[in-house]
């Protein structure tokens, strides 16, 4: 499997609701990050994960929290959404810690906090 | 704490001409990764060059060029004889190798719109 497949692409969830994305890497990308990225803006990094441990964290609240599995696949769930958690957010992977080729990276999903 | 600052939002160039986009990074790390990804209008970030603080040679691959100097804190990008299918939002990305490689920290974007 190439490339980074993410789930679903346009979702719309009301405030406090509780959301979980979904990823899916190439085989053999050890690292995965998920990234937000607001209207106009670059990605912001929300955290990183390295062989299913978190391996960094950005600016963001506990409510942000993620999973990586195995299969290289992972997700972010987003707690008690707010309004201002509505973006873009974008999945990516890479087989080194060093980003040697930088991030692979998704089409990402839209989500709208309404 | 790193930054990147791309301070030209929306450049215009008609087809055939060349273009730079700037980008100014800050970083206390010694030893850090620059980067520029492409984005399309489809929406996915594309990788285009990945440069280590060692290597301040500058590279070039066939239309694309970058300029890597560490006294002002600037790696450039240029595009040469633009294209049409340039079109697209360019991202410069900085990591530092101290704290994580792996957080990239991304500029806000330069919209590069080419004009057949």
């Known amino acids: 499997e190439t490339g980074v497949t993410q789930s679903p692409t346009h979702l719309i969830k009301t405030r406090g609701q509780q959301v979980t994305l979904r990823c899916s890497s190439q085989?053999?990308?050890?690292?995965v990050s998920w990234y937000q990225q607001a209207l106009g803006q670059g990605p912001q990094f929300i955290f990183q994960?390295?062989?299913?441990?978190?391996?960094g964290r950005g600016n963001f609240p506990p409510r942000f929290s993620g999973l990586q599995f195995p299969n290289y696949s992972s997700e972010l769930n987003v707690n008690a959404l707010e309004l201002d958690d509505s973006a873009l957010y974008l999945c990516?992977?890479?087989?080194?810690?060093?980003?040697?080729?930088?991030?692979?990276f998704g089409s990402g999903t839209r989500l709208t906090v309404v | 704490a790193q930054k990147v600052t791309q301070a030209q939002t929306e450049i215009s160039v008609v087809e055939k001409e060349d273009v730079t986009l700037d980008c100014v990074y800050e970083?206390?790390?010694?030893?850090?990764?620059l980067f520029w990804y492409k984005q399309p209008p489809s929406g996915e970030l594309v990788f285009l060059i990945r440069?280590?603080?060692?290597?301040?040679q500058n590279e070039i691959s066939g239309r694309y060029s970058w300029n890597f100097q560490k006294s002002t804190s600037s790696f450039n990008f240029t595009i040469t004889a633009s294209q049409v299918v340039d079109s697209a939002v360019y991202f410069c990305?900085?990591?530092?190798?101290?704290?994580?490689?792996?957080?990239?920290?991304f500029g806000d974007g330069t919209t590069l719109t080419v004009k057949p």
């Open positions: 990516a992977s890479s087989p080194d810690r060093w980003l040697l080729y930088g991030y692979t």
């Open positions: 085989s053999g990308h050890n690292t």
């Open positions: 994960y390295y062989r299913e441990e978190e391996n």
């Open positions: 970083t206390r790390d010694t030893t850090y990764y």
């Open positions: 440069r280590n603080s060692f290597d301040e």
């Open positions: 990305a900085l990591s530092e190798a101290r704290t994580n490689a792996g957080k990239s920290t």
